[in-house]
């Protein structure tokens, strides 16, 4: 793969299929060299992702796909998501570190990517997140 | 990164549950309900030792916060053990460490 092109991925919307991408990407990073820390933080973040892409995007219809593009770089692992939903607006999403959302089982996603990813975003729509991991050393 | 495993032990009043593996979006679904049908059955307090748990993501997490809502409405309780570093990272990060009571076998 040329050092500035992206990969493509076209998946069904089932978990064992996001399982593999997941594998993929991080498998490539790993070869990379990134640290620990930096692999679990680039797994939990595509786990998150690509469970809102399935559940909250695309309503786990297999019928719908969702369209993955990466690139594993030695100083960055870029990616973006993307479902066939309606999107959302992410600043909408309460905090769930609130005292009264603690209990509350769902909710943590968008928290957790932005907390271990160094950039989080989405298109205008809502139904395609952008993540950036760089290399921590 | 490796499927989740369980297994059980009775302490005292408490069942142990030992997770082993990742908590990810393939098995949080099979971990809620295994325990879920326990506590039910009156396991009602349950400590969940996450010694060899490799990996957790939001699903694992919301797993756990069911069984603990669960446990506690049932007159029980839920703490968990001995979580590895990047897994007690994450229960910090969401503040979940205020949820739930976390500690050591040397505590």
Known sequence: MPRNSFEKIEIVSVFPQAKQVEDLIVEQAEKLGYSEEDIFALRLSLEEALTNAIRHGNGQDPQKKVKIRYRARPEEVEIYIADEGNGFDPSLVPDPTREDKLECPSGRGIMLMRAYMDLLEYNARGNEVHLVKQRLS | MSNLEISYSECQRNLVVKLAGAADMSQANMLRNQLETLVLGGKRNLILDLEDLEFICSLGLGAMIHLHTLCRKLGGNLGILNPQPQVRKVF????????????????
Do not use: P, R, S
């Open chain 2, 92 to 107: 910090k990060t969401t503040c979940l460490d205020q949820l739930f009571l976390i500690g050591n076998n040397q505590e």
